[in-house]
């Protein structure tokens, strides 16, 4: 299949169930892919975690249309952690009940996964970003207007039964009214966001090189300046705060490149 396909990938099932079915998830223009979890008779991504998220790499790397992980675990305090990380790398992410991890191939698990595969469908076609959505500026360093400041959390985290896809839609469309100007993207502070002219982004982790989804050009970066060209701070993707005297370069994920 092409590199237009998405990727999604079940990871974290019981080890047990997995070997028992031999079904596996399959919808007309996806590739999909199943990793068991560590544990033999518990849904469980403690084990593989590391493992998984080089998957993920890997398959970003396999593909300019997005990686998504549908992902069974049974543990609910490991969630978090879970989810963090994989916002950190903008990763589209769904967990599925934890009642589900240990009926790999099931009847109900089957209609799950269709439903969710069906739903991602449609998150990609209202949702995922181009080289105009405002989801591609760094959210760490970025201070949107209190009513809109959600955007990259709302955009993440809608699944079915929580959110509505043309409710996210319509605070996309809010950002860019409020945030949007001739130049570029300006913030709240008046810290304006232009498109940089493209350079070194080769032999970054194939994370770094999509966000949500969308496959980044080469050496895509936003160039950083006040307004009235004074002193300003921002914050980078580990939340550390830097000033700066004219000008940053910063990448989608909050990675700062150079300046003064």
Same mark, same amino acid.
């Given at each position: ?32 892919? @199943? ?58 992410? @769904? ?166």
């Amino acid at each position: 299949m092409s590199r237009n396909a998405p990727i999604a990938i079940v990871a974290g099932v019981s080890a047990e169930s997995y070997r028992r079915s031999d079904w596996r998830p399959e919808r007309t223009g996806w590739r999909t892919r @199943v990793i068991p979890g560590g544990d033999r008779r518990h849904g469980s991504l403690t084990m593989i975690w590391k493992r998984l998220l080089d998957f993920g790499d890997e398959c970003a790397d396999d593909t300019d249309a997005g990686v998504h992980f549908l992902l069974a675990h049974d543990r609910g305090d490991e969630r978090p952690r879970f989810r963090r990380e994989l916002r950190r790398r903008s990763f589209r992410a @769904v967990w599925l009940d934890r009642r589900l991890s240990n009926q790999y191939g099931s009847g109900d698990f089957r209609v799950v996964i269709d439903a969710l595969l069906e739903f991602e469908d449609r998150w990609r076609q209202g949702l995922r970003p181009d080289l105009n959505s405002p989801l591609l500026l760094p959210a760490s360093a970025f201070q949107a207007d209190t009513n809109v400041r959600d955007t990259w959390t709302r955009v993440q985290d809608v699944v079915i039964g929580r959110d509505h896809i043309d409710a996210v839609r319509g605070l996309i469309r809010g950002f860019v009214r409020q945030h949007r100007n001739p130049s570029g993207w300006i913030d709240r502070r008046r810290l304006l966001f232009r498109r940089g002219a493209p350079h070194g982004m080769h032999g970054l982790p194939a994370w770094r090189r999509q966000k949500l989804g969308f496959r980044l050009p080469d050496g895509f970066h936003f160039d950083v300046a006040h307004e009235r060209q004074s002193t300003f701070h921002l914050s980078d993707q580990e939340g550390t705060r830097r000033k700066f005297d004219a000008y940053t370069n910063i990448d989608p994920h909050g990675f700062v490149r150079g300046g003064h």
